[in-house]
């Protein structure tokens, strides 16, 4: 075989096999929701009736407060949903949390808030939408208006956690470098646990929730 169609089956095969991971990568993502039911899901702390599916949607209609959660447990995962929260709207996504307990400190919860409206003037700054409630703060004013669709993409892994809001890093956490909150937030040392997501008492919607195992 003459160097130039070696130098060619090399670049075949490189290709090839980056292919393959490629297609590999895409197929370790599974969806969280199936947009017909609640299948793998379960209320906690508040009314299963305040978690239905409309027209492909997975809605919370704000009543009763308490949590959606995960049937399954996960440790190292990275998760992305989509999400449209109404005006003033509050919820969030909760990461390694058990069924017992408040989730945003027993667990870890990454905070959805319209925080653009008027009523959250004066709020700390690691309650601005993306943040790492309590522990690590994102940056203020970031995410869209309420009523408009978000995309959340997270990554939870071993003592880190990363959080990007509409292609925007906004969280590099290392949770190990957050001692002093361990008292309040014991949840930064779980490393495994459900995922859920938040009825705050108010309406938001979620839409395409994936997760991949890492």
């Known amino acids: 075989m003459t160097p130039r169609r070696v130098s060619l089956a090399v670049l075949l095969a490189v290709a090839a096999v980056v292919m393959a991971r490629t297609e590999s990568s895409a197929a370790e993502w599974k969806p969280l929701f199936n947009g017909k039911d609640l299948t793998g899901w379960k209320a906690v702390g508040g009314p299963a009736e305040s978690w239905r599916v409309v027209d492909g949607l997975l809605s919370c209609n704000g009543k009763g407060g308490g949590w959606l959660a995960t049937d399954d447990e996960y440790s190292n995962f990275e998760i992305e949903l989509e999400y449209r929260i109404s005006a003033g709207g509050n919820s969030g996504v909760f990461l390694r949390t058990p069924l017992e307990g408040d989730p945003?400190?027993?667990?870890?919860?990454?905070?959805?808030?319209?925080?653009?409206?008027?009523?959250?003037?004066?709020?700390?700054?690691?309650?601005?939408?993306?943040?790492?409630?309590?522990?690590?703060?994102?940056?203020?004013?970031?995410?869209?208006?309420?009523?408009?669709?978000?995309?959340?993409?997270?990554?939870?892994?071993?003592?880190?956690?990363?959080?990007?809001?509409?292609?925007?890093?906004?969280?590099?956490?290392?949770?190990?470098?957050?001692?002093?909150?361990?008292?309040?937030?014991?949840?930064?040392?779980?490393?495994t646990g459900r995922i859920g997501l938040q009825n705050h008492s108010t309406e938001v919607d979620f839409r395409n929730v994936r997760i991949r195992e890492l």
């Not at 959805?112 to 939408?129: F, R, V």
């Not at 890093?169 to 937030?185: C, G, I, Q, Y």
């Open 104 to 191: 945003a400190f027993t667990g870890m919860e990454v905070q959805i808030l319209d925080d653009h409206n008027p009523k959250y003037a004066n709020i700390k700054e690691w309650q601005h939408c993306g943040s790492l409630y309590g522990i690590v703060a994102a940056p203020p004013l970031v995410a869209k208006k309420a009523g408009e669709w978000q995309k959340m993409h997270i990554v939870c892994n071993g003592k880190r956690v990363k959080v990007t809001l509409n292609g925007m890093e906004l969280v590099d956490a290392d949770l190990t470098a957050h001692p002093d909150k361990e008292a309040e937030h014991p949840g930064i040392k779980r490393t």
